[in-house]
């Protein structure tokens, strides 16, 4: 690890150190900040957010970016309640057609990108603009929809909490699957004749990630517990994960972000990596639309306005993936979102208004770059070396 850092892959280190810094500064400034009632919610303000910006590092990977996440989030949410409430459609269908349509927004985006050249900023600030008019006429004279409160999925964004038992399951279940899937990789690695790492070790950092994950998982039981909605949103970055990394998929991800040409003249077919990536980001952006609008049992004009782009793609950044492409994962988005719903709460808990807080995360976000940056030259310092 230590080599890795001189190296300068820097890893999610700068993040946690963040974390704890800004964790500790509010902490001291007002006590409630880290009580188990304010994590809980904490939480569950991140699944939204946190599924968008999901979308924004896969894109951020192919070293492109995504303007219009905002705007599909608000859109998906409008059809939402559209389809629910005004045409009385099921529920479930209604969150099936929201979501596709984020998909065929992607499909649209990366068509424009692929057959046209077209460069990423300038087609996702025109959907920026343009599925923002669309969602407005979608939601017409009304302007408001609000979600019944007895709807399965408004239960689901803001009762929906595992009970105690269940969350420690679970704790030891992912501990479990974690050093399984350690140990699967260490055979692989040995059979190869690679360097592999001992049982010891991977028994260690299975101790160490159970000795994390168990008394946070009890702390948060003091309150309410884990929210079933915070769940969703992991499960999804351990999937996007999954696809990342043991994917060919994944694997052509990260070939075209790290060089387009060599990605190609390696077999590669770079327009349908494109293509996929720009679905999957509006299809997350739907998704987080659509946990959005039933967090708040409610979708309006200001659904998926305000400060939602710049923070999805804040929490990318900040969470460690890279402007450059080629380097990043899934759980950047996790790291991010905490720190930017870190720092959204603490301020509000100290009754400072929003400029303040924009202020601050633009610091936060100046400062990850910076990192980003100056890790990215030392690696490059190394390599010639």
Known sequence: MWGRVRGG???????????????????????VFLSSRNLVDLTMQCAAIGTIALGIVVVLLL?????????VSGLAAAILAVAFVQ?????????????????????????????FGLPSFVITLAGLLGFLGLQLWVLGDAGSINLPFDSWIVQFAQHAFLPDW??????????????????GRSRRRAAANLDSQSYRAIALRGALLL????????????SRGVGVMFLLFLALVVLLHLALTRTRWGRAVYAVGGSVE????????????????????????????????????????SS???DTNLNAIAAAVIGGASLFGGRGTAFAALLGVIVIQSISSGLTLLNLNSSVQFMVT????????????LSRRTRVAAGRA
């Open 262 to 301: 060599a990605a190609r003249r390696a077999g590669i077919r770079v327009e349908r990596i494109y293509l996929s990536v720009f679905a999957l980001c509006s299809s997350l952006a739907a998704v987080g639309g659509v946990l959005a609008a039933a967090r708040l049992a409610a979708a309006n004009q």
């Open 87 to 115: 045409l009385r459609w099921p529920l479930l269908v209604a969150v099936l057609i929201a979501v596709a349509a984020g998909c065929v927004v992607g499909i649209l985006c990366g068509l424009l990108y692929t057959r």
């Open 362 to 373: 633009g610091v936060v976000l100046v400062l990850a770059v910076t990192v980003d940056s």
């Open 63 to 71: 070293g492109e970016i995504d303007l219009s996440v905002g705007s």
């Open 9 to 31: 892959d820097l890893g999610a280190l700068p993040v946690i150190v963040g974390l704890a810094l800004i964790w500790t500064v509010f902490q001291i400034l007002n006590p």
């Open 166 to 183: 269940a969350s420690y399951a679970l704790v030891v279940a992912a501990t479990a699957a974690f050093a399984w899937t350690l140990a």
């Open 211 to 222: 000795a994390v994950l168990l008394p946070a998982a009890w702390y948060l039981n003091q």
């Open 304 to 306: 998926g306005a305000g």
